[in-house]
């Protein structure tokens, strides 16, 4: 039975290849809809981005909707360094023929919510969690209807990618992932320190480039122009890569190991605005709120990512 899911993204070259990984398994998920999110770039950039990446699926079955513009308090904080001028930099994919739905993105969480059984709809996040918090707010009942959340982001033994503290998509955000975390739902956090060990070494590229297809193309091309920032920043093998990781533990959780924690953000102090605090060796006695993702068996995603974007035309 595939597993229904909403996918809440700011593409964002690893937001897209997470988002083909999953229209690449129809077998697996059920994919309700994609709503874009401001992030990596603006709202309409990356809801751009989404009907760009849907088109080269090949998939005329999705839907994608735009939600919310602006964090819920801070401004806007965008990654145009890392993802270039359009987000999406990289391959040249054509302006998309696909529209967005008229409907709200967070309205349509809410809605979709709604209409399904409770307990049956996962929300796999990609980027910073407005959408999802303000669902939240002005719905309070989907709040126990939703089945898990897979979250990208936090970090708490690698530290954070923006800030010496703080995770980008929580640091654009931190309300919105302190609503989140506080909400009681079951709550599945991949955070930097994972993703870090899942590199895009030029051996896993090429082999993606190899597959031959439109998909393969576009993703070597992808993560060749986001990596550049990453490698001259940690000077590794291979730049992390984040997003797809959600998609890959919704296939295949054996592949990662983690723990059930207390994971609390820092909402306030300039200084540390956006930091996950992991209490990874529950020493505070707060409530467990998360299965905190550690670490994660590269080669083996890898092979499955692969395998997937293999299925794509
Ligand atoms: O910190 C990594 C996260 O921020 C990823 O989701 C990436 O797409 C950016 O949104
Ligand atoms: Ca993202």
Known sequence: MARKI????????????AILMALASPDDFDVLGIVAVAGNVTLAQNARNALKVVELSG???????????????????????????????????????????????????????????????????????????????????????????????????????????AEFNIYVDPDAADVVLRSGVPIV???????????????????IRALGNRAGDAVYKMLSFSERFDLAKYGSEGAPLHDPCVIAYMLKPEL????????????????????TVADYWGVTGRVRNATYLRSGDAASFYALLTERLSRLP
Do not use: W
């Open 6 to 17: 909403i996918i809440d993204t700011d593409p964002g070259q690893d937001d897209a290849v």
């Open 59 to 165: 998939r005329k079955d999705i839907a994608v909707y735009a939600g919310c513009e602006r964090p819920m308090r801070r401004h806007l904080v965008t990654a145009e360094h890392v993802h270039g001028d359009t987000g999406l930099d990289g391959p040249d994919l054509p302006l998309p023929k696909l529209q967005l739905e008229a409907q709200h993105g967070v309205d349509f969480i809410i809605e979709t919510l709604m209409s399904h059984e409770a307990g049956t709809v996962t929300l796999a996040t990609l980027g910073p969690l407005t959408n999802v918090a303000m669902a939240m707010i002005k719905e309070p009942r989907i709040t126990p209807r939703i089945q898990e959340i897979v979250m990208m982001g936090g970090g708490y033994f690698e530290g954070g990618n923006i800030t010496p503290a």
């Open 189 to 207: 956090i991949v955070p930097l320190d994972v993703t870090h060990m899942i590199q895009s070494t030029p051996e896993r590229l090429q082999r």
């Open 256 to 275: 990662f190991k983690g723990r059930h924690i207390n994971v609390v953000v820092e909402t306030s102090s300039e200084l540390t605005v956006g930091m």
